[in-house]
């Protein structure tokens, strides 16, 4: 079975091709909805982040995540801690996923995860999909999506590699730029990937 990434910047319509995959019988994992899992659930990282960010992180008995957005969203050093407490476990049971994944006998597997690179997960990965739209237009989405300003999308953006080094460094690249429909693009790789799962194509 292929491991494949499925990455983009915020507002880059990752969630949207995710879902057109899974109309084709793929499965898709999301990493952000796992970390949010795992940061309630699993024990040992409970303890992790409340050992550095205070017993507040989970008042109530479960993650508080206002608490820990004012914490880290405007302290770089505070979110790259965050960050290394998380991504590891959240990487650990991605690659357990997919080895469930593998075992029910899929062509491939799609990890979805905006920061693929930035965590140091696509090592684990066989083949890294980038969703690629325009600044402007990621901007705009977001602001409409989340009901922010501006300034904090611009924020949120700040804490990701820039979007077009993060294409070059990806094996394909899907553009939902609302000029060339996504759909064929999604179609395209879906038999690539199917047909290099059975030997008879090549991946790159």
């Known amino acids: 079975m292929i491991k494949v990434g499925l990455t983009g910047g915020i507002g880059s319509g990752k969630s949207t091709v995710a879902a057109i995959f899974e109309t084709l019988g793929i499965p898709v994992s999301y990493a952000d909805d796992e970390a949010k899992r795992l940061m309630n659930e699993d024990p040992g990282l409970r303890a992790a982040i409340s050992r550095e960010f205070g017993a507040e992180a989970y ?13 880290v969203f405007n302290d770089p050093i505070k979110l790259e801690t965050l960050n290394n407490l998380v991504h590891p476990v959240t990487i650990r049971e991605g690659s357990q996923w997919m080895r469930e994944q593998a075992a029910l006998g899929h062509p491939y597997a799609i990890r979805e995860a905006a920061l693929i690179f930035e965590a140091r997960g696509a090592g684990n990965l066989d083949f890294v999909i980038g969703v690629y739209a325009p600044l402007a237009l990621r901007i705009h989405r977001t602001m409409q999506r989340d009901h922010i300003s501006r300034e904090a999308v611009q924020q949120r953006m700040r804490n990701q590699i820039d979007e077009e080094i993060k294409m070059k460094l990806c094996d394909a690249v ?13 179609l395209a790789l879906h038999e690539k990937l199917t ?7 090549s991946i790159i």
């Open 174 to 186: 899907i553009r939902n730029d609302e000029r060339e429909a996504v759909i064929p693009q999604v």
């Open 59 to 71: 008042a109530g008995g479960t993650l508080n995540r206002k608490y820990l957005a004012g914490l």
């Open 195 to 201: 047909s290099q799962s059975r030997g008879s194509g």
